[in-house]
């Protein structure tokens, strides 16, 4: 994307800019907390020369065509948040049905059950309304980019919980790498942030409804 103009509507551009193109590069793989199987780095553009054949629609549409790809992205994030989730309970299901104290598998206990009880109810309705939302893009409806934005808030919230307390459950353990729960500890947590904060998801949301 880039700036070909000073009007707020029509100043922004999308070009694609090929692999080989003089001008383009790439900064070293930055270090992060997590998805470490995904490498990031800057993209770099030094007296980079992109021709007009490489133009995607017209001048100007650049924004247009960003912001028509944000109501699924949320969706998308959301299935990851929900779907490691659903992994570190399942592991949590079986770890408590195999882990002893006190004589009997902790699994056992009601305070154990109480906390998959919950994971399970919350994960299941951050799970439906996220389909909902995603019917709702599928057929354009015009309130998508409230109930996509109310999805991906509450399932990558829900989805961080579902984790913490999974690793909660594995005890010390949890914390270690030969189990799998830090991992989607440590994975999950930059859902909160893609494709739009959680905080600015929330102002999507009570904008729309101020609206009405």
């Known amino acids: 994307m880039v700036r070909t103009g000073e009007h707020k509507s029509g100043g922004i551009t999308c ?4 692999k080989g193109t003089p001008g383009l590069s790439f900064g070293a793989p930055e270090k992060k907390l997590g998805w470490n199987a995904s490498p990031t780095a800057q ?8 021709p007009v054949a490489n133009r995607v629609g017209a001048e100007g549409e650049g924004f247009r065509f ?3 790809g944000l109501d699924g992205g949320r969706i998308n994030i959301g299935a990851c948040s929900l779907g490691g989730a659903q992994r570190c309970l399942d592991e949590a299901v079986s770890y408590t049905r195999d882990r002893q104290q006190f004589g009997q598998a902790i699994a056992d206990f009601q305070n154990t059950q109480f906390m998959l009880a919950d994971m399970a109810t919350d994960l299941e309705a951050a799970r439906a309304l996220l389909y909902l939302a995603a019917c709702k893009v599928s057929a354009n409806a015009p309130d998508k980019s409230r109930f996509s934005a109310m999805a991906k808030r ?3 919230d829900a989805g961080s919980e579902v984790v913490n307390k999974a690793l909660q459950l594995f005890g010390g353990y949890g914390y270690l790498k030969d189990y799998p729960i830090e991992r989607f500890w440590r ?3 930059v859902h909160s942030i893609l494709e739009g904060t959680n905080q600015v998801m929330r102002m999507i ?3 729309d409804l101020l609206r009405q």
């Open 15 to 18: 070009l694609v800019v090929e």
């Open 43 to 50: 993209v770099i553009f030094e007296d980079c020369r992109v």
């Open 66 to 68: 960003a912001m028509a």
């Open 154 to 156: 509450l399932s990558t």
């Open 187 to 189: 994975d999950l947590r």
């Open 205 to 207: 949301v009570g904008r």
